[in-house]
C-alpha cells in the first residue's frame, strides 16, 4: 500500500508516473528493450531528451533566448560549474544568504576561487526571514547575483524576484525545492537552475535554464561536462547523459501539463500549503518559525511544544502512513514537504493526524 | 518481446533485474515508497547502498586500504576529477594512448593543467594495438600513470596491467566498458574507475575504487562532489546521490554473484567473444581489424568487405531482433558489444544471422 511521503527529497512523485514507468521498464515504446538500455545517440531517445526540452519550454515559456540543459552532479554540481562559467579567478559575484544552502553555494563560489559579497544576510533572524526589497545592493563589477529561491531546510522562500536590485547584473536562483511548482518569469533571469530530486524526477541530475549570451564565459578548466556552451551545443550530450532521470523528467512534465500546467500546480501547491499553515497556527501546539511572508509552500518545517513528544508523533505518524516527517538532522522537530506530486488526501490525513496527536497528547 | 540488444552503452541489462526493478517501482521492501522517492538519509536507502558497497568489494576483493565511491557525471566527469585529486597545475603524469577514450583523458587533464605526457601512442596502427610490455616508462616526477583498459569504441583491451613499467607511480585505470566482467587485482591499482552504464546500471554515475593514501591530495578548487577525501568520508552522500543508479548498480551486482563472480563472468565473456571472433575471422566476408592480442572482450568491431551492404545488414539485423549494431559514428561498420547481460542465445543468434547474410549476400 502507498504511503503519503513528505520527504523532502528525494520525495514523492506521481503515482501514475511511476506505474507507466514500471509498465514499460522491460519494454520502451515497444522497442524490446528498457528505456535504460538504449544508446542516447538512437533516435528514440533523442527524441525523448527533445521532447522533455520542448515541455519544459511550453510550462516555464522559455524562449530560444534561452538553452535548457541537463546536467550531471544535480544542483551541488553546479555550485561549482556556476563560478566556473561566470566568472575568473578574483571575479566578484553577490550573494543573498537566507539559509544552508545559500551558504553551501557561497562556500563552493569561494573554493571556485570568487569574491563572494554577502550582500544580505539573516543570520539575525536565524535564517527565518528574506531580505526587505531594496534592502541591499549589487557591488560595482559584480558578475552576477545568486540568491537561493526556496531554502528546503529553513522552509523559507524568497516571495520577489530580485530585478531592481540586481540593477542589470545576471540573476543566478537555485529553484531546486520549488522547479515547476508555480509560474516562472524566465526573461527575469540569467540562470535559473536546481536538482530534479523534488518536483522533476530521480536524484544526480540538474536542469538549468540559461540566458544564452551567458554561454561561451567559461574558464578555460571548467570541467568539461559542465561547460554551458560545450553543453548546449551537444544537447547536453558531450559524454552519456543520465538517460533515465531524462526519461522520467519526461514522464513528470507531461503530468504537470495534463494536470494544468504551472498555474494549476500553483493554485494546488498553495492551498495545500495554506491548510497546513493554518492548522499550525491555530494550535499553541505546533508552531512555525518563519516570517509569513517568507513561508514556503513547498516545505514547512514545524515543531512541537514540548520536544520530548516529536519521537512519539514521528512514530505514530508512520503506523498511520504519514512518512520522512522527521525534520532535518540540523534543525530538528517536523518538515512537511508539498511538492506537487503530494496529493491532498495527503496534507489532510496529516493535518486531521496532527489534530487527533494534539488531542490526546495535549 | 525483448530483443537481443548490442548496444556499447547504455546497454543490455539482465531480464531479472530489470524485472524485479519494475515489480517493485511503486513500493519497495513494502515501504509503500518507490526506491525513487525515498530520503537518501534514511535507513533503507543507507543499507542499500552500504550492501551495493560490500558487494563491489567481495565480488572484487577490494581491501579496506581502497574506497568504493559513487560518483555523479560518469566517468567523463572523472577525467575532470582525477587531476583535480592527483595533481597541482603544471604537474606531470604519463599517459598511454590507445585510442578515443584515452584522447578524451589526456585531452582533460589538459584543460586542468597537467603536463600529460603520451609514454606510448598506438597511431601508426590506427589504434588497433596495444603498447608492448617494457616498450615505455614514466617520467620522473609524473603523478600517476594513467590508461584506459578497453577502448569501447576501437575494441582494444589492454592485455596487461602496466605495474612494471609504472615503477611505482600509481596506476590509474579506466575501466568503464569492461567493469566486473572478469577478476582484477584491485592492488595493482591506484584508482579504478568508469560509468556504470556498460555493465552495472544506468547512465550517469561512476564507480571508483581509490587506494586510501591517494585520498586528500586534492587541489583546493576541486568541485566538492568530486573530492574524493570528502566523499568517502560522506559515504558518497556529501550531496543527494544518484540513487537510482546505486539501486539498481545493488541488483546488479547480486545477479553477478548469484551467477558465480567474476571468475564466472570471464569464462562466459571469453566463450561468447570467442565464438564471434572466430566466425568473423574464418569468414573473408567479414573482418576485425585488431590485433588479437588486444582484442577486446566486450567490443567487437566488424566491417563487411562490401561495405554497401551494411545497411542492408543492419536492417536485416533489426528484424531478426539483433539492435544496435551499428558501429560508432567515427568508425562505421558494425559494433557487437557483449557485456556480461548478452546472453550466449543473443551471440548465437547474432552468429547464424550474419552467416545467412553471407550466404544470401556474398
Chains 1, 2 share one sequence.
Not at 51 to 66: F, K, M, N, Q
Not at 209 to 228: E, H, M, S, Y
Not at 237 to 244: A, I
Not at 343 to 352: C, E, K, W
Request: hydrophobic letters at 40%; proline letters at 5%; a negative charge.
Amino acid at each position: 500500500m502507498r504511503v503519503h511521503n513528505f520527504s523532502a527529497g528525494p520525495a514523492q512523485l506521481p503515482l501514475p508516473v511511476l506505474e507507466r514507468a514500471a509498465s514499460e521498464l522491460t519494454d520502451w515504446r515497444s522497442s524490446g528493450m528498457s528505456v535504460l538500455e538504449v544508446s542516447h545517440r538512437g533516435k528514440d531517445f533523442t527524441a525523448c531528451a527533445a521532447d522533455a526540452e520542448a515541455t519544459i519550454r511550453r510550462l516555464t515559456g522559455a524562449s530560444d533566448d534561452y538553452a535548457v540543459l541537463f546536467l550531471a552532479g544535480g544542483a551541488t554540481g553546479q555550485f561549482s560549474a556556476i563560478p566556473g562559467n561566470l566568472t575568473e579567478r578574483g571575479d566578484t559575484a553577490a550573494f543573498l544568504n537566507t539559509g544552508q544552502w545559500s551558504a553551501k553555494a557561497i562556500k563552493e563560489a569561494q573554493r571556485q576561487g570568487v569574491d563572494a559579497v554577502v550582500v544580505a544576510d539573516e543570520a539575525d533572524s536565524s535564517y527565518t526571514t528574506t531580505p526587505d526589497a531594496g534592502s541591499f545592493t549589487v557591488p560595482e563589477g559584480a558578475r552576477y547575483l545568486y540568491y537561493c529561491a526556496n531554502e528546503t531546510i529553513g522552509g523559507v522562500a524568497m516571495p520577489y524576484v530580485p530585478t531592481a536590485e540586481a540593477a542589470g547584473v545576471p540573476i543566478v536562483a537555485d529553484v531546486s525545492s520549488m522547479y515547476l511548482s508555480r509560474p516562472v518569469d524566465v526573461d527575469a533571469f540569467g540562470v535559473i537552475f536546481g536538482g530534479a530530486q523534488k518536483n522533476l524526477g530521480p536524484a544526480g541530475m540538474d536542469i538549468s535554464l540559461i540566458r544564452k549570451d551567458l554561454l561561451g564565459r567559461a574558464r578555460a578548466d571548467v570541467p568539461a561536462i559542465w561547460d554551458w556552451k560545450v553543453m548546449a551545443e551537444a544537447d547536453s550530450m558531450l559524454n552519456t547523459p543520465p538517460t533515465f532521470s531524462i526519461y522520467l523528467l519526461g514522464l513528470i512534465l507531461h503530468w504537470i501539463e495534463d494536470s494544468g500546467g504551472l498555474a494549476a500546480m500553483a493554485e494546488r501547491n498553495d492551498a495545500k500549503a495554506q491548510r497546513l499553515y493554518d492548522a499550525i497556527d491555530t494550535s499553541d501546539f505546533y508552531s512555525n518559525p518563519v516570517e509569513k511572508r517568507s513561508r514556503s509552500a513547498m516545505n514547512i518545517p514545524f515543531t512541537l511544544a514540548d520536544p520530548s513528544l516529536d519521537t512519539a508523533f514521528l512514530a505514530g505518524a508512520e503506523d498511520a502512513g504519514l512518512t520522512n516527517l522527521k525534520g532535518h538532522r540540523s534543525v530538528g522537530g517536523m518538515r512537511a514537504s508539498l511538492y506537487n506530486a503530494m496529493t491532498d488526501d495527503g496534507v489532510s490525513a496529516l493535518i486531521d493526524y496532527m489534530a487527533e496527536f494534539e488531542r490526546t497528547r495535549a
